[in-house]
């Protein structure tokens, strides 16, 4: 964590989670038009002062990539859409990007902003392309600025974002009136976040919704990628066989802990994804065996219990939370699903070294610790026909 103070502003640029997961493990993707990996990352900005900060959304987040030996990959600053210096004056001259140009960062609070990289092949080369402004705003302006990183490999890599802050006055329009006032920065500093590694693996030859971790074999059972709609009325669902296998190829026995360590993302065929909301925790759900046992050539099976079902004229896909407790458990929904439509699915299971340690102290084995995301599946809704 590098820290900055300058005019009593105390700023930190960081990566949540960094010390509790300091690798993520992406597998690659597909080299197919239209397929890729999602990586999610979070910068925030903790501002000590007792003034507010401004800061520019379209003041890039610049970010570093290593290789494993610590050599520099260039990135290329790419634009999605080509536009004209004359449009890009007259966009950014315009009311519609002026409201966007600066954001209030609050005193004594931390402010998190969201990029969404994307790891994909164009023209046989792995590229990861990283937005440089926040996720809230692409889309809301034109055009949209990324940076383009090529030929990677499957090895582990450094990333780290770089944020600049200008020394200028400059003026600011108020979202409520037309009345324009002056704002003076009182800090220019460079912040850097700490180094994340990024670990990218290839799928299994064999099986390509499958990874291998350092002789541990993760993948995201689905057998049935297409599923029927269930009647539209109470009580009506369509049971869904997925979860998470897991095998031990190792020469030693690892235990693995389902509650509080699973993750999913539902991308839909534009590429977009499906917001999940939970509800409220229902007892009982949650009562069954909480450590799995993998001696080593045996594998086990963490069951998620989903299913589709129509709640208030909606198609909905759940699949079960064990993040709330060892005893209690809700689900994750995700709503307003279509039909005849293709849905990419994503499992993600972690447990952090701290975690793992304070379960430990209850087991004698080994407990498997990292944070992974597994290949993505694929599934269509459809209509049973009527007789």
């Known amino acids: 964590m590098t820290s900055f103070e300058s005019n009593g502003i105390c700023i930190e640029v960081v990566n949540p989670n960094t010390l509790l997961f300091p690798t993520r493990i992406y597998p690659i993707p597909k080299n197919q038009i239209g397929v890729d990996v999602p990586i999610k990352l979070c910068v925030s900005i903790n501002h000590n002062n007792s003034n507010y900060f401004y800061l520019k959304p379209l003041q890039a987040f610049i970010p570093e990539l290593l290789t ?6 260039q990135g290329d600053l790419v634009i999605e859409e080509d536009i004209t210096n004359n449009q890009l004056n007259r966009l950014m001259e315009s009311n519609h990007t002026r409201q966007f140009e600066w954001y209030t960062i609050r005193p004594k609070c931390r402010t998190t902003f969201s990029l969404t990289a994307r790891l994909f092949w164009q023209d046989n080369s792995l590229q990861l392309k ?42 600011v329009s108020k979202f409520n009136n037309s009345q ?10 460079i912040l850097v976040t700490p180094w994340l590694n990024i670990r990218l693996v290839q799928p299994l030859s064999t ?28 009580g009506a669902k369509t049971d869904i066989n997925l979860g998470i296998r897991v095998t ?14 699973i993750n999913v993302t539902l991308i ?24 799995y046992l993998v001696q080593p050539r045996e594998s086990t099976f963490f069951d998620l219990d989903a299913m589709i079902f129509w709640r208030n004229g909606q198609l909905e896909l759940a699949i079960t939370n064990q993040a709330r407790g060892l005893r209690d458990c809700g689900f994750y929904y995700f709503p307003d699903l279509k039909c005849d439509t293709l849905y990419r699915l994503q499992l993600i299971y972690h447990i952090s070294e701290r975690l793992a340690k304070c379960l430990q102290e209850k087991v004698s084995e080994t407990v498997w610790n990292g944070w992974l995301a597994m290949p993505f599946v694929e599934f269509r809704l459809v209509k049973l026909s009527s007789k």
């Open 68 to 73: 494993s030996d610590g050599q520099i990959i």
């Open 130 to 171: 990283i937005p440089t402004i926040p996720d809230y705003v692409i889309g809301s302006i034109t055009p949209n600025y990324f940076w383009s990183f090529k030929v990677l490999q499957p090895e582990t890599y450094q990333l780290r974002f770089i944020l600049k802050t200008d020394n200028k006055t400059t003026y």
């Open 180 to 189: 324009e006032r002056t704002v003076r920065e009182t800090n220019s500093q």
């Open 207 to 234: 099986d390509i919704y499958a990874i291998e971790i350092d002789g541990v074999l993760f993948k995201t059972d689905m057998p049935e990628s297409v599923l029927a709609i269930p009647p539209m009325q109470s």
């Open 248 to 261: 031990n190829n190792t020469s030693t026995a690892f235990r693995f802990y389902q509650a509080h360590s």
């Open 268 to 291: 839909d065929i534009d590429g977009k994804e499906i917001n999940w909301f939970s509800e409220m925790v229902r007892p009982g759900l949650g009562k069954r065996r909480q450590y």
